[in-house]
Every structure is written in C-alpha cells, then in structure tokens.
C-alpha cells in the first residue's frame, strides 16, 4: 500500500490556473500508473488524466483534452496535475490514485483536494 497526499488546490477565477500535486509518502511509487480522478458537486467521480509509471504513455477525458496536463516525477516520488482555462466546470474534489494500469481501477487514493472556479 501506497501512502499519497495531494495538495494545490484552492479558489481560481475562470480562465485561471492551478497546478496540483501528489506525493507518495510511502510504498514504490514508480511502478504504478498515476491517476487523477474529480468529483464535482453532486456528480460522480470521473477518471480525468493517467500516465504510465515511465511516463510514457498519458491518457485525458475528452473535457480537458488541450488544457490539463499530467506529470510526474518518480525520483522525487510526486505526480502532478497541471490545468490551465480553467471553467466552472472544473469545479471538483481532486483525487490522486495509484493503479497498475492507465484505467485500472486504484488500488491507492489521497485524500482529495478542492478545486473551485469562480469569479
């Protein structure tokens, strides 16, 4: 098991930007694929970005496509969740996940991050 923490989040007027990151505190990092997942109001949480435990391969939903952007950084053991233009869509809990594959279900969670748009 994987000890991990997000943290970056906070209140962006739209058209904003914010960077949020993930630290793994514990366990090997660098062989599972980084996932981030949102939670906005009253909706159900999504798989927004995952990247492969090289780097390699990313992958994003369809709405932050062109906007968001995933890293990560495996010597320092931090992943991290770049987004720019950010809408009132955006607006969401922000969870990092460890898993074994890009859309594998996790395995570890954080424990989430708020994210509020708004002017």
């Known amino acids: 098991q994987v000890h991990i923490v997000e943290s970056g989040g906070g209140l962006v007027q739209p058209g904003g930007s914010l960077t949020l990151s993930c630290a793994a505190l514990?366990?090997?990092?660098?062989?599972?694929?980084l996932q981030w997942y949102r939670q906005p109001p009253g909706k159900e949480r999504e798989l927004v970005a995952a990247?492969?435990?090289?780097?390699?391969?990313?992958t994003y939903v369809d709405s932050v496509k062109g906007r968001f952007t995933i890293s990560r950084q495996n010597t320092r053991n931090l992943g991290f969740l770049r987004m720019t233009s950010l809408n009132d869509e955006d607006t969401a809990v922000y969870y990092c996940?460890?898993?074994?594959?890009?859309?594998?279900?996790?395995?570890?969670w954080g424990q989430g991050t708020q994210v509020t748009i708004s002017s």
């Open positions: 996940a460890l898993a074994r594959g890009l859309g594998a279900e996790p395995t570890d």
């Open positions: 990247i492969s435990p090289a780097g390699q391969r990313t």
């Open positions: 514990s366990g090997n990092f660098g062989i599972y694929s």
